[in-house]
Nanobody, 126 residues
């Protein structure tokens, strides 16, 4: 089993930055694909960013966050990060981290992930 725990959410003003962390424990390795999704009230869960496993993980981003958000991973700590800059009110949501074994399906499909965290709230005031 794998456990994921997010941290780093909070209330910020538009234009500010936050860094989310997702620490993994249990039977997980650096080969796992790790991702961030978000869900705002009344909206469906939305892919935000992902990083594949290995030493040169490939990254993918939702168009709306490209150039503002950066995903990274520290395999020595089994932790991924989401650096969020220039936050907008539209970024407000509960952010969830997810993990899965490598496969050929799109990293953007939430249903392909095996493990999920409890979520961390990000609130952005205008």
């Amino acid at each position: 089993q794998v456990q994921l725990e997010e941290s780093g959410g909070g209330l910020v003003q538009a234009g500010a930055s936050l860094r989310l962390s997702c620490a993994a424990s249990g039977r997980i390795s650096s080969s796992y694909t790790r991702a961030w999704f978000r869900q705002a009230p009344g909206n469906a869960r939305e892919f935000v960013s992902a990083i594949t496993g290995g030493y040169n993980g490939r990254t993918d981003y939702l168009d709306a966050v490209k150039g503002r958000f950066t995903i990274s991973r520290d395999n020595t700590k089994n932790t991924i990060y989401l650096q969020m800059n220039s936050l907008k009110p539209d970024d407000a949501a509960v952010y969830y981290c997810a993990a899965r074994l490598p496969n050929f399906r799109s990293v953007r499909i939430g249903e392909t992930y095996d493990y999920w965290g409890q979520g961390t709230q990000v609130t952005v005031s205008s």
